[in-house]
């Protein structure tokens, strides 16, 4: 018996209508196929609907698909940026997920006024973010919001937290100003080339052959993260990825030709529980009763 493999699909940015409709179609389509997730690019500062808010649109027109949106962190600051993806997740009870952007394009980047980052900059700015969203989707306890009418008190203060995260180029006290996300934290997903594979749940490898992707499969997982999907071009021999990687990240143009054979992980009701990633216990539960 082969061994199962999580599915991924990678869709751009629509800039019409009518692509919405389309992207709407496919998504469904990827949802009854058994895709595990879907993945939405975006290019800041082009004349297309930012990838966060079609998540959003598609969070009410799908049921089991995870959605992760390309979120940049050199243009989207984090509060908003944590704080959008923790809405995601409760919009869809609990299927979000984070494709980690790091855009250095310089028209992009003079959307939001700033200049040229150098890699080592760009490298810091984006572990900054993840790890500053990570600590505001802790910053509500899990039990916080009490909704005690007896004395008009909706959450428990205590259980509430101020993050004061000071990072190389921001500052951010928090909390966050939704509760937690109900999958704890949401599923981080970012290519292994970022340099901060260690904090991603799913690291994206590429490679010309099996063996290259095997290698920098096997690196990832040494490096933290959690699992390793292939990122392919289009259509492969997923067969032979099996037992390699724990998913595979593919682009198909028509999905009424089907999805290449193979066997498919089972869905669960949240993201994290199909790709089998634990809840993280909050840290700031942990702190408060240590």
């Known amino acids: 018996m082969s061994t199962p493999l999580h599915l991924a699909l990678a869709v751009d940015t629509p800039s019409t209508a009518a692509d919405i409709d389309a992207l709407e179609r496919t998504v469904t389509a990827a949802e009854r ?14 004349p297309r609907v930012e990838a966060g ?19 940049h962190v050199s243009t989207t600051e984090p509060f908003h940026l944590a704080t959008q993806l923790a809405s995601l997740d409760h919009a869809t009870l609990g299927r979000a997920a984070w494709v980690v952007g790091a855009t250095r394009d310089a028209a992009a980047l003079a959307t939001v ?24 989707w802790d910053s509500w306890e899990d039990d916080a919001v009490i909704r005690d009418v007896a004395t008009g008190r909706f959450l428990d203060r205590d259980r509430v937290h101020h993050v004061d995260f000071e990072g190389a180029g921001f500052s951010v006290a928090g909390p966050l100003i939704t509760p937690r ?12 080339t970022l340099g901060v594979t260690g904090r991603l749940d799913i690291a ?8 290259e992707i095997r290698r920098r499969a096997a690196r990832a997982r040494q490096h933290g993260a959690r699992l390793a999907f292939a990122d392919l071009a289009g259509p492969a021999d997923l067969a032979r990825l ?35 990633l634990p809840r993280p216990a909050n840290r700031y539960a942990i702190a408060r009763t240590a």
Do not use: Y
Request: charged share 25%; proline share 9%.
């Open 33 to 46: 196929a058994g895709v595990a997730f879907v993945t939405i690019a975006d290019s800041p500062g082009a």
């Open 53 to 71: 808010v079609l998540a959003s649109f598609l969070a009410r027109r799908t049921t089991r698909i995870g959605l992760a949106p390309t979120l």
């Open 113 to 136: 006024g700033r200049g040229p980052l150098g890699p080592e900059e760009l490298r810091r700015e984006t572990a900054d973010v993840i790890d500053v969203a990570r600590r505001l």
């Open 181 to 192: 996300p109900p999958q704890g934290q949401v599923v981080v997903v970012g290519s292994d």
């Open 204 to 211: 994206l490898v590429g490679g010309e052959d099996v063996e």
């Open 242 to 276: 099996a037992g390699v990687v724990d998913g595979v990240r593919l682009r198909i143009d028509d999905l009424d030709a089907g999805l290449p054979p193979v066997e498919l992980a089972p869905i669960g009701p949240t993201l994290r529980e199909t790709l089998g």
